[in-house]
């Protein structure tokens, strides 16, 4: 195997990974050139959805490559690596339409497709990653465009806030994380996933492996918003143009879920150091919690942020499972693609929201539906499949899930999560009724026409795809059941 | 054909949405046009349908491979009147809405939606598709009552929304559990009810799940509290389908569903579901009993009538004697029906004198058969045969579970017939109160019964009418159904 260096500059088998990251260099020259230049501004835009477009096309042309690992053992190429970054340059694609559109005219228009292309570059990174240190590297690669993608209006001063808050609480989260693997190279002299599993599998010291377990867990339940590592999400998502919201409550949450489930079955094989139980109880406490607290929301992006928190809930069922049930990475990549659709279709109806009427309070949706009939009907798309009404994704999704989590014997947990998809219901359809139920205040203004091209594009592609996703879930199915195979 | 008969009404819907919305009328006359096109098409499949073959109609094709699930659909002789009474139910509320516009387009398009959720119910033979088509003919619902429902609309329409979704989620899970357990896995009515993978505890458990999910529909006490605020804020033609059509999804869970996948538990649990059945058909007619709103009133009998629903399912499950479990699942089916043709026509009566009268209260109405005397024979028609008058439906359909039910326990008939008492008190209360007597309306301008709701209404009379004359009409088609249910262990 590759033991000299020559062999481990693999550098055919990264190729999306190249074309985002030659596209994001290019874009810093070009987007200061293009910078405050009329028409230009749309250039890195153009540049980076082409980017994203054909990256999505080279990793789909690798799914049918055999399983191997290149770079020496450090990086993984398999289904799963491939399948999450598929998920993720979706997401990345839809989000930059979203972005797009709402900073069109606006002169950070240039430099939003550059943050955001190396944001999802550490998200397809960490879902490859077999090595402690690539792991952190990719995760603050994560992290630091995403700052910059929130604090994009520098004048305001909601955004100032939120990135700040967003700052702190992930350095602190990565840093701990940071120390807990730390552990890990302690009890086995290696950074790489397989050998600490096989060692900490044989007679890891029990005590030790909890806690690094503990420590390790706190980073990538940041990245994944469980309760009680949410705390910056609501705030940043609120603080942040909508559409940067869409995008950070997407790409790095479903690479928080590539990176711990890459991390767990590796190291920690077949439930070492008691994992399951701990995301059991994570994901019963993240899905009361997250859906408790998004009933009292008065605000959409707020109200969407605590919804995303609880749907994270719903995802840990099948996580919690991942090592013994057969289907539970299947349901776990079949629900993120869901997630991602009707997320970004409601944070992008949002963000339209935001443009049109500069607010984003519930009270402001009054009547929507008469006044603006696509939006309105988009977002109330998005609000039923995230409540899991069929025959959108968010039903298909629930429904595997809900028989993963039965098949895992967590009964108990499919039962909370049942009761807690009734209780979201009502702040979804609360939602719902505002856009339909209410007539519009008499005294408002009429919104401000045309939602334009990237909008139309942004709620066709991210509604069309919760239908066919919802109708014909074997489309689906066929993709994330390649999640199974890893190296 | 049968695909085109699910799908026909949703298409139309959305070639409904592309019309002009300044254009009203045109919108309102295609909705009817569809509506009755799509009854025209049930028809069609009435006339190619052998009472004696079993499932027909059948087309199935993969749909969720790697779970087994199918879109396997089919129709059977129980099914098969339940979705003609739903697009005749559409076609009826089509008529009735003509004059109304307010966002006809929306309107026209969620009744079209619901009827394909509907029907797509009666025709599913996979519990995924079935589960899936449920929950689509129960989201329009929630838009009908909430846009165009009366005062407290909002509240009626959430509370429907969540009490009929905690409830299908139960039934999800129970499906899930028979799914879970069944080898090889499959989501199949058929090949699950060939298997009867469950046994002991996840039976019980299962079974729980079920009766939930359809004891909310239904309703079965004490799950039916969300039904008396839907009706009364939905619009009339809003309750027309909640109670024609919608409530049947839960009449035709227990008649065939149940009894297909839990023949051993529903056995097992019968007691209980006797008594299940006996509280609701008193409580119902008790309830109705102390309204003075005609539209509450009303929606009351319905949790009476669906009693009979459940009390069939119940003496099928207590019973030995195969003719006995036959003629209770028989009157079980005719109540559905029944109750569709009858309490729908109430329901669209009521809303007629509310929208003359623009009150719902039985106190501000009296001697109508001077003012309207079409109205008030048709209203007594209705009447009577909600009562069990012979000659109506509704007295086949309860004659028979009453007739299974004293051959099996004799103090349950008494109770039931003690329900039938008040219900006929009632209704003879009601005609004695509002359609004799002195002359006295909220409205001075009190026209009786126009061409367009005689065409909404009378046909249910009739249809009802030569039911109740002629009941083999509509149980030839039934009987065998439930004959071979009988046959379960």
Same mark, same amino acid.
């Given at each position: 195997?590759?033991?000299?260096?020559?062999?481990?500059?693999?550098?055919?088998?990264?190729?999306?990974?190249?074309?985002?990251?030659?596209?994001?260099?290019?874009?810093?020259?070009?987007?200061?050139? =293009?910078?405050?230049?009329?028409?230009?501004?749309?250039?890195?835009?153009?540049?980076?959805?082409?980017?994203?477009?054909?990256?999505?096309?080279?990793?789909?042309?690798?799914?049918?490559?055999?399983?191997?690992?290149?770079?020496?053992?450090?990086?993984? $190429?398999?289904?799963?690596? #491939?399948?999450?970054?598929?998920?993720?340059?979706? +997401?990345?694609?839809?989000?930059?339409?979203?972005?797009?559109?709402?900073?069109?005219?606006?002169?950070?228009?240039?430099?939003?497709?550059?943050?955001?292309?190396?944001?999802?570059?550490?998200?397809?990174?960490?879902? /490859?990653?077999?090595?402690?240190?690539?792991?952190?590297?990719?995760?603050?690669?994560?992290?630091?465009?995403?700052?910059?993608?929130?604090?994009?209006?520098?004048?305001?001063?909601?955004?100032?806030?939120?990135?700040?808050?967003?700052?702190?609480?992930?350095?602190?989260?990565?840093?701990?994380?940071?120390?807990?693997?730390?552990?890990?190279?302690?009890?086995?002299?290696?950074?790489?996933?397989?050998?600490?599993?096989?060692?900490?599998?044989?007679?890891?010291?029990?005590?030790?492996?909890?806690?690094?377990?503990?420590?390790?867990?706190?980073?990538?339940?940041?990245?994944?918003?469980?309760?009680?590592?949410?705390?910056?999400?609501?705030?940043?998502?609120?603080?942040?143009?909508?559409?940067?919201?869409?995008?950070?409550?997407?790409?790095?949450?479903?690479?928080?879920?590539?990176?711990?489930?890459?991390?767990?079955?590796?190291?920690?094989?077949?439930?070492?150091?008691?994992?399951?139980?701990?995301? =059991?109880?994570?994901?019963?406490?993240?899905?009361?919690?997250?859906?408790?607290?998004?009933?009292?929301?008065?605000?959409?992006?707020?109200?969407?942020?605590?919804?995303?928190?609880?749907?994270?809930?719903?995802?840990?069922?099948?996580?919690?499972?991942? #090592?013994?049930?057969?289907?539970?990475?299947?349901?776990?990549?079949?629900?993120?693609?869901?997630?991602?659709?009707?997320?970004?279709?409601?944070?992008?109806?949002?963000?339209?929201? @935001?443009?049109?009427?500069?607010?984003?309070?519930?009270?402001?949706?009054?009547?929507?539906?008469?006044?603006?009939?696509?939006?309105?009907?988009?977002?109330?798309?998005?609000?039923?499949?995230?409540?899991?009404?069929?025959?959108?994704?968010?039903?298909?999704?629930?429904?595997?899930?809900?028989?993963?989590?039965?098949?895992?014997?967590?009964?108990?947990?499919?039962?909370?999560?049942?009761?807690?998809?009734?209780?979201?219901?009502?702040?979804?359809?609360?939602?719902?009724?505002?856009?339909?139920?209410?007539?519009?205040?008499?005294?408002? @203004?009429?919104?401000?026409?045309?939602?334009?091209?990237?909008?139309?594009?942004?709620?066709?592609?991210?509604?069309?795809?919760?239908?066919?996703?919802?109708?014909?879930?074997?489309?689906?199915?066929?993709?994330?059941?390649?999640?199974?195979?890893?190296? | 054909?049968?695909?085109?008969?699910?799908?026909?009404?949703?298409?139309? +819907?959305?070639?409904?949405?592309?019309?002009?919305?300044?254009?009203?009328?045109?919108?309102?006359?295609?909705?009817?046009?569809?509506?009755?096109?799509?009854?025209?098409?049930?028809?069609?499949?009435?006339?190619?349908?052998?009472?004696?073959?079993?499932? *027909?109609?059948?087309?199935?094709?993969?749909?969720?491979?790697?779970?087994?699930?199918?879109?396997?659909?089919?129709?059977?002789?129980?099914?098969?009147?339940? &979705? &003609?009474?739903?697009?005749?139910?559409?076609?009826?509320?089509?008529?009735?809405?003509?004059?109304?516009?307010?966002?006809?387009?929306?309107?026209?398009?969620?009744?079209?939606?619901?009827?394909?959720?509907?029907?797509?119910?009666?025709?599913?033979?996979?519990?995924?598709?079935?589960?899936?088509?449920?929950?689509?003919?129960?989201?329009?619902?929630?838009?009908?009552?909430?846009?165009?429902?009366?005062?407290?609309?909002?509240?009626?329409?959430?509370?429907?929304?969540?009490?009929?979704?905690?409830?299908?989620?139960?039934?999800?899970?129970?499906?899930?559990?028979?799914?879970?357990?069944?080898?090889?896995?499959?989501?199949?009515?058929?090949?699950?009810?060939?298997?009867?993978?469950?046994?002991?505890?996840?039976?019980?458990?299962?079974?729980?799940?079920?009766?939930?999910?359809?004891?909310?529909?239904?309703?079965?006490?004490?799950?039916?509290?969300?039904?008396?605020?839907?009706?009364?804020?939905?619009?009339? @033609?809003?309750?027309?389908?909640?109670?024609?059509? *919608?409530?049947?999804?839960?009449?035709?869970?227990?008649?065939?569903?149940?009894?297909?996948?839990?023949?051993?538990? =529903?056995?097992?649990?019968?007691?209980?579901?006797?008594?299940?059945?006996? !509280? %609701?058909?008193?409580?119902?007619?008790?309830?109705?009993?102390?309204? /003075?709103?005609?539209?509450?009133?009303?929606?009351? %009998?319905?949790?009476?009538?669906?009693?009979?629903?459940?009390?069939?399912?119940?003496?099928?499950?207590?019973?030995?004697?195969?003719?006995?479990?036959? $003629?209770?699942?028989?009157?079980?089916?005719?109540?559905?029906?029944?109750?569709?043709?009858?309490?729908?026509?109430?329901?669209?009566?009521?809303?007629?004198?509310?929208?003359?009268?623009?009150?719902?209260?039985?106190?501000?109405?009296?001697?109508?058969?001077?003012?309207?005397?079409?109205?008030?024979?048709?209203?007594?028609?209705?009447?009577?045969?909600?009562?069990?008058?012979?000659?109506?439906?509704?007295?086949?359909?309860?004659? *028979?579970?009453?007739?299974?039910?004293?051959?099996?326990?004799?103090?349950?008939?008494?109770?039931?017939?003690?329900?039938?008492?008040?219900?006929?008190?009632?209704?003879?209360?009601?005609?004695?109160? !509002?359609?004799?007597?002195?002359?006295?309306?909220?409205?001075?301008?009190?026209?009786?019964?126009?061409?367009?709701?005689?065409?909404?209404?009378?046909?249910?009379?009739?249809?009802?009418?030569?039911? +109740?004359?002629?009941?083999?009409?509509?149980?030839?088609?039934?009987?065998?159904?439930?004959?071979?249910?009988? =046959?379960?262990?």
């Amino acid at each position: 195997m590759p033991s000299e260096t020559a062999s481990c500059l693999d550098l055919w088998a990264i190729y999306p990974e190249l074309v985002l990251a030659g596209l994001g260099l290019l874009l810093v020259p070009v987007a200061a050139f =293009t910078h405050g230049r009329g028409r230009w501004r749309y250039l890195p835009g153009g540049l980076a959805f082409t980017g994203i477009v054909a990256a999505l096309g080279l990793t789909a042309r690798m799914l049918d490559w055999e399983s191997q690992t290149v770079f020496c053992n450090t990086y993984a $190429l398999d289904g799963f690596a #491939h399948v999450f970054k598929l998920l993720l340059l979706s +997401g990345a694609g839809i989000a930059l339409l979203a972005i797009l559109a709402q900073f069109r005219g606006h002169n950070q228009l240039a430099h939003a497709p550059m943050a955001l292309l190396f944001a999802t570059l550490g998200g397809m990174g960490l879902s /490859s990653a077999l090595d402690l240190g690539l792991i952190v590297l990719f995760l603050q690669m994560l992290s630091l465009p995403s700052y910059v993608l929130v604090t994009l209006v520098r004048t305001d001063r909601a955004s100032n806030e939120a990135v700040l808050k967003y700052f702190i609480y992930a350095a602190a989260a990565l840093a701990v994380m940071a120390y807990g693997l730390t552990f890990l190279y302690g009890m086995t002299g290696s950074l790489e996933l397989g050998s600490i599993g096989a060692a900490l599998a044989g007679d890891g010291d029990r005590v030790w492996i909890v806690l690094a377990l503990g420590l390790i867990l706190i980073g990538y339940a940041f990245e994944m918003t469980l309760v009680p590592f949410h705390f910056w999400a609501p705030d940043v998502y609120s603080g942040a143009p909508a559409a940067v919201s869409g995008f950070v409550s997407v790409v790095p949450k479903i690479a928080g879920f590539a990176g711990f489930l890459r991390f767990v079955l590796y190291a920690l094989p077949d439930g070492t150091g008691g994992w399951p139980m701990l995301v =059991t109880l994570l994901a019963a406490l993240t899905m009361t919690a997250g859906n408790l607290v998004a009933l009292r929301q008065t605000h959409l992006k707020r109200l969407l942020a605590y919804s995303s928190i609880a749907q994270a809930g719903y995802i840990l069922i099948p996580v919690a499972v991942a #090592h013994e049930v057969a289907g539970a990475m299947s349901a776990v990549g079949y629900y993120l693609a869901a997630y991602l659709l009707m997320n970004l279709a409601a944070f992008s109806v949002a963000s339209l929201w @935001e443009r049109t009427q500069g607010t984003d309070r519930l009270a402001s949706l009054a009547g929507m539906g008469f006044r603006q009939p696509l939006p309105a009907l988009v977002l109330a798309l998005a609000l039923l499949s995230l409540a899991g009404i069929p025959p959108l994704a968010g039903f298909a999704g629930k429904v595997f899930l809900l028989e993963v989590g039965l098949e895992g014997d967590l009964t108990w947990l499919v039962l909370l999560a049942a009761a807690n998809m009734v209780l979201a219901l009502y702040y979804y359809v609360g939602v719902i009724a505002k856009l339909y139920l209410e007539r519009p205040a008499p005294n408002e @203004e009429p919104a401000k026409a045309g939602s334009g091209v990237l909008y139309v594009a942004t709620f066709g592609i991210s509604t069309l795809g919760t239908l066919m996703l919802g109708v014909f879930p074997s489309l689906g199915l066929e993709l994330t059941d390649l999640l199974r195979r890893l190296v | 054909m049968l695909s085109l008969v699910i799908f026909f009404p949703l298409a139309a +819907g959305l070639v409904l949405l592309v019309l002009p919305a300044s254009r009203p009328r045109l919108v309102r006359w295609v909705a009817l046009l569809a509506a009755v096109t799509e009854l025209a098409l049930t028809l069609v499949l009435l006339a190619g349908f052998n009472a004696n073959g079993g499932l *027909q109609w059948e087309t199935d094709v993969d749909w969720i491979p790697s779970l087994g699930a199918g879109y396997s659909i089919g129709v059977t002789g129980i099914s098969l009147p339940l &979705i &003609i009474l739903t697009a005749l139910l559409t076609a009826v509320a089509m008529v009735y809405v003509l004059p109304e516009r307010q966002h006809t387009r929306g309107h026209a398009f969620l009744f079209l939606l619901m009827t394909t959720g509907l029907i797509g119910v009666f025709a599913s033979r996979d519990l995924l598709l079935f589960y899936a088509f449920f929950e689509v003919g129960l989201v329009p619902m929630y838009f009908i009552i909430g846009i165009w429902g009366h005062e407290n609309r909002r509240y009626a329409a959430i509370k429907f929304f969540l009490y009929t979704r905690a409830g299908s989620l139960a039934m999800l899970l129970s499906f899930l559990g028979l799914y879970l357990s069944s080898s090889p896995r499959t989501f199949s009515l058929d090949e699950l009810a060939a298997q009867s993978p469950l046994s002991g505890t996840g039976a019980a458990l299962a079974l729980l799940g079920l009766v939930l999910g359809f004891g909310v529909k239904l309703p079965i006490f004490p799950l039916h509290n969300w039904l008396p605020d839907a009706h009364v804020e939905a619009p009339t @033609e809003g309750s027309v389908l909640l109670a024609g059509a *919608q409530l049947k999804m839960g009449a035709y869970g227990f008649i065939v569903v149940v009894p297909t996948l839990l023949p051993q538990a =529903t056995r097992e649990y019968a007691p209980w579901l006797l008594a299940i059945a006996l !509280i %609701t058909l008193v409580y119902g007619a008790l309830a109705a009993l102390a309204q /003075s709103d005609l539209k509450r009133l009303v929606a009351y %009998t319905s949790v009476n009538h669906m009693g009979y629903v459940i009390l069939g399912l119940a003496v099928w499950g207590l019973a030995d004697d195969g003719d006995v479990r036959r $003629l209770a699942l028989n009157g079980a089916a005719v109540q559905a029906v029944s109750h569709g043709l009858l309490t729908g026509g109430l329901f669209l009566l009521v809303g007629m004198l509310q929208a003359r009268g623009h009150t719902r209260e039985m106190s501000r109405f009296s001697g109508l058969l001077q003012a309207a005397p079409r109205y008030s024979f048709l209203l007594a028609a209705l009447a009577f045969g909600s009562l069990g008058l012979p000659g109506f439906s509704g007295f086949v359909a309860e004659f *028979q579970v009453l007739g299974a039910t004293v051959s099996e326990q004799l103090w349950a008939a008494a109770v039931v017939v003690l329900g039938l008492v008040i219900m006929t008190a009632l209704f003879i209360l009601v005609l004695v109160r !509002i359609v004799m007597g002195e002359l006295s309306l909220p409205e001075p301008n009190f026209p009786d019964l126009d061409a367009r709701e005689a065409i909404a209404s009378v046909p249910l009379v009739v249809l009802s009418l030569a039911i +109740g004359v002629l009941p083999f009409l509509l149980l030839r088609y039934i009987d065998p159904v439930s004959q071979q249910l009988s =046959t379960l262990p």
